[in-house]
Nanobody
Framework: QVQLVESGGGLVQPGGSLRLSCAAS????????MAWFRQAPGKGREFVAS???????NYAVSVKGRFTISRDNAKNTVYLQMNSLKVEDTAVYYC???????WGQGTQVTVSS
């Protein structure tokens, strides 16, 4: 059974940084492309970043150059380092193993002064 547990969210001022983590279990983590999505209040869920099993990465235009996705296959964990945060980054952040239907519970990121 696929399980995804996100953590690391919180309240941060504009320009600040946060590091999100997603602990995965129930599947062969190293063989799956992992991704982060986010959903802001009143909006649909949108793609943020992805990383293949071989650590090739892809980013949404809105976060490129500010966010970095990485993974530790030994720990079955994917990370999202978020720097230079903006108010518009406020959202619930979710991780996902692509090609599976499962979502975690998400972690709230609020960027506000």
């Amino acid at each position: 059974q696929v399980q995804l547990v996100e953590s690391g969210g919180g309240l941060v001022q504009p320009g600040g940084s946060l590091r999100l983590s997603c602990a995965a279990s129930g599947f062969t983590f190293s063989t799956y492309t992992m991704a982060w999505f986010r959903q802001a209040p009143g909006k649909g869920r949108e793609f943020v970043a992805s990383i293949t099993g071989g650590s090739s990465t892809n980013y949404a235009v809105s976060v490129k150059g500010r966010f970095t996705i990485s993974r530790d296959n030994a720990k079955n964990t994917v990370y999202l380092q978020m720097n230079s945060l903006k108010v518009e980054d406020t959202a619930v952040y979710y991780c996902k193993a692509l090609s599976t239907p499962n979502w975690g519970q998400g972690t709230q990121v609020t960027v506000s002064s």
